[in-house]
């Protein structure tokens, strides 16, 4: 039986992203990525807005509700995803817990801005029963898993070291890649501020870090999102040169070969190894992972500890400045 799912918050990821896009090349929100995955059944949303209910209505035949509370009264979800702006994340997850006890919520990235707020959340999950999830999408990308097994394989051999290329904020945007390098590389171990860099907003900011994980060491560089959007890792190992680019729409591994002239020496070979991913229908490989999750099964995405995790190591850095 399909798990029943209602939808909070119909922005860009809960909605938008893809509302005009073929639904055979591109899954990017989760109103359609529950609304076409086998595993649920998408029962309704919640969103403030007339005009996003409007849409969201005329789009998936589905009703749209102005509060949680009208919602709880005429929905039972399996799983309530929180799409809704970060520095409601919290409150939303309060009153879910007071309607209505789902198996799972999985909550839009990061948990929250302020680090109380984050633990409360986690907490508050806890004490109730519900399992909480994080959506760093990256996690459950084929590709990105691969790159995960090739490290642990050591077909990626250690030491590691890379760049990571960011914009729009280090917790909003910088933690989707910081939360990948933790999955690959390990736990975070310690950091060194490099530049203070600027504001962004009213809750987050952008510094250039050196980061050490576990398996690897690098650098945070914030680029300028009001230029170009510019998302991208590298990472070069003993044995080769990973590149992670667009976002991961791109992903390219170029492993070691002998010179072809000069004895004794190696070079990357010319030609990269294209690792196939799914960044076109993101979402859905998410919706795949929270199945399992859902089954007892195994999955690749980032649990309640594991994000708070990320925020705690994140803070630690931005408190440096």
């Given at each position: 039986m399909a798990h029943k799912c209602l939808l909070i918050g119909l922005g860009q990821i809960g909605l938008g992203y893809d509302l005009h896009l073929d639904p055979r090349e591109a899954i990017y929100?989760?109103?359609?990525?529950?609304s076409v995955h086998p595993a649920f059944e998408l029962v309704g949303a919640v969103d403030p807005s007339p005009t996003q209910r409007g849409l969201f209505e005329q789009h998936y035949a589905l009703p749209a509700y102005a509060t949680l509370a009208s919602a709880s009264q005429a929905q039972a979800p399996d799983v309530v995803v929180i799409a809704s702006p970060t520095a409601q994340h919290s409150a939303v997850l309060k009153e879910v817990?007071?309607?209505?006890?789902?198996?799972?919520?999985?909550?839009?990235?990061?948990?929250?801005?302020?680090?109380?707020e984050a633990r409360e959340m986690v907490a508050a999950c806890e004490s109730a029963g519900v399992k909480l999830l994080v959506n760093y999408v990256r996690r459950a990308d084929p590709g990105a898993i691969q790159i995960k097994s090739l490290i642990e394989s050591g077909q990626i051999a250690g030491p590691i070291k890379g760049v990571v290329w960011y914009s729009k904020g280090f917790l909003h945007n910088g933690s989707h890649f910081f939360n990948l390098l933790e999955f690959w590389l390990g736990p975070f171990v310690q950091a060194k501020l490099l530049d203070a860099g600027r504001k962004w907003g009213d809750h987050d900011a952008e510094?250039?870090?050196?980061?050490?994980?576990e398996?690897?060491?690098?650098?945070?560089?914030?680029?300028?999102?009001?230029?170009?959007?510019?998302?991208t890792v590298e990472l070069l190992s003993p044995s080769g040169r990973l590149r992670y680019e667009q976002g991961g729409e791109a992903i390219a591994w170029q492993p070691?070969?002998?010179?072809?002239?000069?004895?004794?020496?190696?070079?990357?070979?010319?030609?990269?190894?294209?690792?196939?991913?799914g960044m076109s229908r993101y979402q859905w490989h998410v919706a795949d992972q929270l199945a399992c999750a859902l089954a007892g099964k195994p999955h690749t995405l980032s649990t309640a500890a594991q994000s708070l995790a990320t925020l705690e190591a994140m803070h630690q850095i931005i408190n440096q400045r």
């Open positions: 929100t989760h109103a359609r990525a529950f817990l007071a309607q209505s006890r789902p198996q799972l919520v999985l909550c839009e990235k990061p948990l929250a801005y302020g680090l109380e510094p250039d870090v050196q980061v050490e994980f398996r690897g060491r690098v650098v945070f560089m914030a680029a300028w999102e009001e230029s170009y959007s510019h998302y070691t070969q002998a010179h072809s002239t000069l004895a004794g020496y190696k070079v990357l070979q010319t030609l990269p190894e294209v690792v196939p991913n």
